[in-house]
Every structure is written in C-alpha cells, then in structure tokens.
C-alpha cells in the first residue's frame, strides 16, 4: 500500500464514528461552491457551455436516482454545483441591461425610485424610466443615480415623482485594484447602468402618479412622519431601523455605528424581523386569550402566527427586501409555518433552506457582504444557543441571571462568527462591540416594540407616547455608538485578506459545525490555513487608479501616494485594504514620490517610474522617458505607433482596456495586473488586457546616477 493510501486510511479509522446530521445541510455549500466556480471565470461562458452544463445536469440526477448508492453523494453534489453555475447563467440573462458606453452630460430625465446618501454624505436620487439626450433608447440604461451637490431642496424629494436634471454620468467603476470590491459587478446585476453627480437644481417634470413607487412613496412618508416627530439623528436612525430609509442618517453618525459594531441594527435582518414579528406574535396571541369566547372557539397560536406572517410579509416589502431581511423572512415564514401546520422546525435546516432559495434565486448575493454576515451570525446562534444555556443553568444560576447572561453570550457569539466577514469587508476589527451591543440591543426590542404599537395607534391619533419612546430608544443607542467609537483603540485596521482566505475559513467553519465527532477536528485545518494566509498576505508594491490621476507606492511608511487630491474612492480602497487608517492628504507626505506634483517621480527596484498630470502632461512623455521605464498620465497620448521607445507608457487609452492596474515585483522587473484581465458581461471587455511585465532599460540603468533620497 503506497504512503498516499495509507494515510487516506488512517484519517478514515481515525475520524470513524463521525456522523453527518443532515446531508441536507450540504446541499446550499455545494451550490454556492458551483456559483464561486462560475464568478471566478476569466470568460463568459457561451451558450455551448450552458448546454453542456445542462446535460451533465440531467445525467447527474439520473446517476443520484438510478446508479449505485455509493455514487449518490457524489452525484447530489455535483448536481449542486452544476446547478449554481445554471442558476448564474439564467440570473445574467434575466437582469442584462444597457450600461452608458462612455461619459455624458447633459439632460437626465427620470422618475425617483430610491433616496439615500453617498460616503460624501450627499443626498443620492436613483432615476428609473430614464431619458438622455442623444442616446438611443436601447443604449440607455435601466436606472442610474446621481449625487447631488447643489444647495438643499425647498422641499423633501418625493417617490416617483419625475424629474430632470442636467448631471454628469458615466458607466459604474470597476474595481479599484484586482482582486478589490467590484462596485461595476455589483451595478451590473441591480441593473444600474450610470453614476454621476450635479450641481444644479432638482426640477419637477411631472408628479407621480396613483401607482408610481407605491411602496416607496409608502416608505417615505412612515419616515417622514417618524422624522417629524422624533428630530435629529435620532429620528433618522429610528426610521432607518424601522423602514429602512436611511437617506436622513448622516455619514458621522453612520461611521460612529460602524466604528462599535452596531450598524448591524440599521441592517434590517434577523434580529429586526424577529423583534417586530415576535412582538405581533405575542400582542395577537396574547391579547386574544383576554377574551374568554374568542380564546375558547379559535386557535389563537395559529391567528397569531396568521397575523404575524402578514406584518412580516409587508417589512420585508416596506424595507425593500435587501438579503439580510430576505433571509430573514424566510426564516421567520418557515417558523410561523410550522405554527400553522403543527410541525417542529429543523432550525439548521430552515437556515439552508433559506440559503438554498437565495442561491438560487440571486446567485450573486453570494458575493454580498449581506449574505455572508447574516448566514454567518445566524448558524452560529443556532449551533451554540442550546448548549450555551444548558450550561448556565447546569450550573445552577437563578433563571433571571441565565437570561442576563444569554444576552452577553448571544452578543459575542455573533461577534465571533460574523469578525471574519466583517474584517474583510469593512478592513477593520471593533475592540467594544460585545460592550456596546450589551448596551444597546435589548433597547433595540424596545424601539421595535414602540414602533409597532405606534403603526397600530396612528389611525387614531394616539402614535405620540410611543414615538417618544422611540426617540430615547434611539438617542440612547447613537449616544452608546458615539461613546464607543471615541474610545481609545476602538478600531484595529486588517489588510485585505487574498481571494482563497474566506472561502477557506467559511468551509472550515461549516465543516466543524455540521459534523458530529473525531471528523469535526478536520474543519480546523482549512480555517487554519485561511487565517495563515490573511496573516503572510502581500499587497501590491505599486497601484495605479482607472484614471491615472493617482498612483501608491508601499514603502516603509505605508502606502505614499503621488497626489493629495484626486481619485479619491480609489485612495481610500487602497489604504483600507492596506490596514491603513490614514487620509489621503497624510499618505501623500510619506516617503516614496519625489519631484513637482505634475511630474512625480518614483523607483521600486532598479525600475523608476514617473507619474505626469497637468494639462501639459503629453507634451513631457519624451523627457520622461529618457529617464523612466514607466510613465502614466491620465489623458490621452497617441496612437502606440508613435509612442517614444525605451519605456512603458500607461495613458487613457491603455487604462480604458486596463481598468485600474497593480504592480508586483518579479523577475528584477515590475508585473502590472488589470481589474480587466477577463471578458465578463459587466465589465464591458471584449478582448481583456493580460498581465504585463515592466523591466528596467539596461542602458538607462547603466547611465543613471542611484536612486534619488526620498
């Protein structure tokens, strides 16, 4: 027997009498293993590929049905994962929309479907039904949304009404470095097809009509009224949690909730849904048992799992069904059926279930931060709630301190769970949130509860007592949120970990969760080789944004960059993926560019590079290169026919095919990688860039003085 065998069958006695609970619960990891697979494609698949995909499909269901039992386990996951990349060709079929072929100005007319803020803190309209001047209708895209910079409105903006503006648009943004957040991915499947801003006045082009954004207009006026009532922050906060219009909420008091972990409160998700359904739940079932002839002749567990449905069913529309309170519904639906069909719920298995159904409905929710935070909190709470309480009260605590202490467990084990995902979403790790999650989430019930009894008592005039309790529900969390966030060490900055570190941690995790014995043990290894990995990570040495206007170099100081100004979206991706917390204005200080702003010179290896701006860029291309191997200007330079030689330049026309572009060394020589190294649907390339390698001149090299002090 060769050494590979025996080892394959040591780790099957040793892991024997593991037990796999449910093979149900593997189902939705294999799908979303198929729909990773298809995301991480360098190509579109065509429609070959599909039919191929197809089947295999059937063949693999006539295998698990028909072939040996032996086989059926393979054969049920691999169906999965086929159906994950069938689901991911249906959902680019159903959502294929225009996206702006190239940069606009001028006359935008379109109806309000949504109100929010940016980071800038500006009020954001997106625009459906919408009209550009000189630009076909089937090139036109489905929504855009556009940042407004101009002086306030006389009046609040209204749902659906149609307006015109004169703005700038332009096709979403890849991402900012390969490998970073996609926001042109993400865009893509909502259908949003141009960003861009103004500086001019919201005009009124027509009101909106009886059935225009019914349910937004609905949302905006429930928050409104919450505004009118309870002012200032917390008024927005509170209407935030309860509506999820979160256009009031100002970007301090967003980073304040970031900086303490609890911005999972304006998330309408798990804990929302719960709180409000449970709260009917019990108001119905409860309140219907006060009356002895009702409570004799009617169910009133199943009336109020009836009712409760309904008030979960009309959130999840309210609040605009994002994939926190999806999952949320349908878990809660799942429950309250089981209420009304007197069956038990499977809770691990109503989890994948729900994870099942958005899979396969929005495959690409995968990629959400949303869906990993709310799957990961949820399974954690329900794999080790039980056994946390049967501790404490093994231990013989009174029932009210076991229920105190639920509430610390309950908060940390979420903590835990959702570090990971929340470290590499937001690149940070909160030292306080457990503190200031056990200060704020029971109040939280409380705001939940307020709200409800004031939707029941606004028909009669009578909303006022509990808006005001809801109002210091609300200021008490922002004041906890603002408390934390000002103390010292409240933030860890966390390098952007590479693309295999969650998939490896979330794998390991599921595996330790899901498997029952000795084989429970081996889920440590993929979490530890995922955590091994986000801590030797390596950042590109050099990274150039889409408009070659900015440029980072990672030095001893951190990431320098060529600019104080400038390419602003992409600096602070970088420097957050960095586990960097300084500002632009401070990264360009450091040490690693040298020279006058529009001619930045810099050096990484033997390699020397400069980066040009100003309106006379093009004209110092050839001085330039007689002096660097690498020269970018963020403007247009010539065709490549003319392009002096003895140097690499990256102009807007290679940056157009490019996208932003990241610098590792490599053979004495720099290797630039493209965000558009692939051909997919959203990003709009047809004959992506490959990685190119940069190498210094050797007769420049001998000619040239050492490298300047920097």
Request: charged content about 10%.
């Amino acid at each position: 027997m060769g050494k590979g065998r025996q080892a394959w069958a040591w780790v099957v006695v040793w892991a024997k009498g593991s037990v796999l609970p449910d093979p149900f619960l593997a189902t939705p990891v294999f799908l979303a293993l198929g729909i990773g697979l298809w995301f991480g494609l360098p190509v579109e698949p065509g429609a070959g590929i599909y039919a191929v995909l197809a089947s295999v499909f059937i063949g693999l269901i006539a295998l698990g049905r028909f072939g040996p039992w032996r086989a059926r386990p393979v054969a049920v996951a691999l169906v999965c994962m086929v159906a994950g990349a069938l689901a991911c060709g249906v959902r680019v079929w159903v959502v294929q929309a225009p996206m702006l072929a190239q940069a606009y100005y001028g006359p935008v007319q379109g109806r309000i479907v949504d109100i929010d803020r940016s980071q800038s803190d500006a009020i954001r309209l997106t625009l459906d039904q919408v009209v550009l001047t000189a630009v076909p209708p089937d090139q036109t895209p489905v929504e855009v949304r556009i940042s407004l910079h101009g002086p306030p409105p006389s009046a609040p903006y209204e749902m659906g009404r149609t307006v015109m503006i004169t703005a700038r648009l332009a096709a979403p943004e890849s991402a900012p470095e390969p490998g970073g957040f996609d926001f042109r991915r993400m865009a893509w499947f909502q259908q949003l097809g141009a960003v861009g801003y103004t500086s001019s006045p919201v005009v009124t082009w027509a009101p909106p009509g009886i059935w225009d954004a019914r349910i937004n207009r609905l949302r905006n006026r429930l928050s409104a009224g919450i505004m009118a009532r309870v002012a200032g922050d917390a008024g927005a906060f509170a209407s935030g949690a309860l509506t999820g219009d979160r256009s009031g909420i100002s970007a301090g008091v967003v980073e304040d909730l970031r900086v303490s972990s609890l911005a999972h409160l304006l998330a309408i998700s798990g804990m929302n849904m719960a709180f409000l359904t449970g709260f009917v739940f019990a108001l119905i079932r409860y309140g219907l048992a006060l009356i002895p002839p009702v409570a004799l002749r009617m169910n009133t567990k199943k009336a109020a799992a009836f009712v409760a449905f309904g008030v979960a069913l009309f959130y999840l529309v309210l609040s605009g069904a994002n994939v926190a309170t999806t999952r949320a519904f349908l878990m809660v639906s799942l429950l309250l059926g089981s209420v009304l069909l007197d069956r038990r719920v499977l809770t691990l298995r109503s989890v994948a279930l729900a994870a099942l159904i958005l899979l396969v409905w929005q495959p690409e929710s995968l990629l959400a931060p949303g869906f990993q935070l709310s799957f990961a909190a949820t399974i954690a709470l329900i794999a080790f709630y039980a056994p946390s309480e049967r501790f404490l009260r093994a231990r013989g605590l009174p029932g009210w301190l076991v229920a105190v202490a639920m509430l610390a467990v309950t908060s940390a084990i979420a903590g835990l769970a959702t570090a990971p995902f929340s470290a590499a979403t937001f690149n940070r790790l909160t030292a306080y949130g457990l503190l200031a999650n056990l200060l704020t989430v029971p109040v939280m019930s409380l705001l939940m509860g307020a709200g409800a009894v004031a939707a029941l008592l606004a028909p009669v005039g009578l909303a006022g007592p509990p808006l005001v309790v809801m109002g210091w529900t609300a200021q008490w969390i922002l004041a906890v949120a603002h408390w934390v966030a000002g103390l010292n060490g409240a933030v860890t900055p966390v390098p952007q970990p590479g693309p295999w570190v969650i998939p490896l941690i979330t794998v390991g995790a599921l595996w330790a969760l899901v498997w029952q014995g000795r084989a429970q043990m081996l889920g440590l290894v993929p979490l530890a080789l995922g955590f091994g990995l986000w801590v030797t990570v390596d950042r590109p040495v050099l990274l150039i944004s889409s408009d070659g206007v900015l440029a980072g170099l990672l030095g001893p100081d951190g990431r320098a960059l060529s600019s104080p100004k400038g390419a602003g979206f992409a600096a602070e991706s970088w420097l957050a993926d960095d586990g960097d917390l300084a500002l632009q204005a401070d990264a360009a200080q450091r040490r690693g560019f040298v020279g006058p702003k529009t001619q930045r010179s810099f050096q990484i290896g033997t390699l020397r590079g400069v980066v040009l701006s100003g309106k006379d860029a093009p004209l110092a291309i050839a001085a330039a290169c007689a002096r660097a191997d690498l020269v970018v200007l963020p403007e247009r330079y010539g065709p490549a026919t003319i392009r002096p030689a003895g140097c690499t330049v990256i102009d807007a026309v290679v940056l157009a095919q490019s996208g932003a572009l990241a610098g590792v060394p490599q053979n004495g020589g720099v290797l630039l990688v493209p965000v558009h190294s692939g051909a997919r649907l959203w990003s709009g390339e047809t004959n992506p860039m490959p990685p190119q390698l940069i190498t210094p001149n050797p007769a420049r090299l001998a000619a040239l003085p050492a490298r300047p002090d920097s």
